[in-house]
């Protein structure tokens, strides 16, 4: 099979991470060119990529019209629809990072392009490509548990996460980004479609942002945790959680990587990474929990919280012969058969040399390879059947907007 070439639009962590799947596999993958309006991320990537074509403008690359077998797109949410429509107006085919878009329009704009041009677009749900999940659908296809009749799923996304991501950060605001469910759990989405392998006919959800708010706040908590009383006991403490090593993947949204704890400590004083969890401008969920009701009467149930210790996925898949039970960040999980042993399946994951999600970045890349050469990459769909987790997803948000209300999908 032949190296393909790659070009990266947005030089942040997911497109940082593409970036480092094809300088590890260079059999693979070559990237040609990035993307990159940021002047900090700009010249990192022109010091660890000096053979790419680097580019400040998107319109400037296209214009330039170098060739290229796909361009992911890991721009911030909003832009997709614009980059995406012409990107694929240009000729390009695309790696596009979840979500597709922040709303139904721009979802459907995108979808319609690629009708009209041609292209292939494949969603970066990196969840369906780990080995975890994909020795659960292998599991699910080969019919040891039955037929499957209800699936219950759980994100945790880790208190730390929660602050970082959707109480300070990019996501915090759904009318800037999009909806919780949308923007972190269309992963979640898509993955029940997935192993449920039907159509999602309704759905009911119910949740709230009941915890990140100044009702919750000390009194006299200050905006901003460099100036507050409760600096040293507060576990939301902004200078404690960036500089503990567990968490310095999320130092990279405020100041350049490679800096030490005290260059840290500067950059994030007074940014948006420094503001109070109970007062800022977050209005996204903290908990929520979603009913689906599948074809043919199969249902499914997914909870999202933000009140856990550590990031985890967990899954339990019902048959009428067998329940499986894992969870993602085990590696492994439990095929508990009705009236005979347990049987233990154990995840390898020694062949994984990049990437996040438990191997799923590293093993989408691999079937992304596998498509682009013309063979079946496992877990490989496109836009028409990836529109499908999103359209459940903004059902979720307008059933919970309504009390809970049965929102039916129409595809």
Not at 161 to 169: I, L, N, T
Not at 316 to 336: C, P, Q, W
Request: aromatic share 12%.
């Amino acid at each position: 099979m032949k190296t393909k070439t790659l070009v990266i639009l947005g030089f942040g962590q997911r497109g940082r991470g593409y970036a480092n799947f094809a300088k590890n596999n260079p059999d693979k993958f070559k990237v040609v060119a990035i993307i990159e309006t940021d002047k900090g991320r700009f010249d990192i990537a022109k010091k660890e990529y000096p053979d790419a074509t680097m580019y400040s403008d998107y319109k400037v690359f296209i214009n330039d019209n170098i060739k290229a077998d796909i361009v992911a797109v890991c721009t911030q949410d909003e832009q997709h629809k614009e980059h995406s429509v012409a990107l694929m107006a240009a000729g390009y085919n695309l790696l596009l990072e979840k979500p597709i878009a922040n709303n139904k329009a721009d979802c459907e704009a995108i979808y319609k392009a690629s009708v009209k041009y041609g292209k292939k677009v494949i969603v970066c749900h990196v969840l369906r490509y780990s080995p975890f999940y994909s020795a659960v659908k292998r599991v699910i296809d080969s019919g040891v548990l039955g037929e499957i009749v209800t699936i219950n799923a759980s994100e945790n996304v880790g208190f730390f996460h929660q602050a970082h991501s959707f109480v300070r950060g990019p996501w915090r605001n759904k009318e800037r980004s999009s909806p919780m469910i949308l923007s972190k759990c269309c992963h979640d989405m898509d993955i029940i479609r997935y192993l449920m392998g039907e159509k999602c006919l309704s759905v009911n959800s119910y949740g709230s942002l009941y915890y990140f708010n100044d009702d919750h706040a000390p009194t006299g908590a200050t905006e901003y945790c460099s100036d507050c009383p409760y600096a040293r006991t507060c576990i939301w403490n902004a200078q404690k959680l960036y500089t503990t090593d567990d968490y310095l993947w999320t130092v990279g949204y405020f100041s350049m990587v490679d800096k030490t704890k005290e260059d840290i400590l500067k950059d994030l004083k007074y940014s948006q990474y420094d503001k109070c969890v109970f007062k800022n401008d977050n209005n996204v969920v903290d908990h929520e929990v979603t009913i689906m009701n599948f074809a043919n009467g199969k249902t499914a149930c997914h909870t999202m919280t933000a009140f856990s210790k550590t990031i985890y996925r967990d899954i339990k898949v019902h048959g009428t012969k067998a329940e499986l039970y894992g969870s993602m960040e085990d590696n492994s999980f439990e095929i508990r058969y009705f009236g005979k042993p347990v049987e233990k399946v154990n995840i390898d994951l020694s062949g994984v040399n990049s990437g996040g999600h438990n191997g799923g970045d590293f093993y989408m890349m691999n079937s992304l390879y596998k498509e682009l050469n013309g063979e079946k990459g496992e877990g490989i769909t496109y836009l028409d059947v990836s529109v499908e987790s999103h359209l459940m997803s903004f059902a979720a948000e307008e059933s919970r907007l309504d009390n809970g209300k049965t929102v039916v999908i129409k595809n």
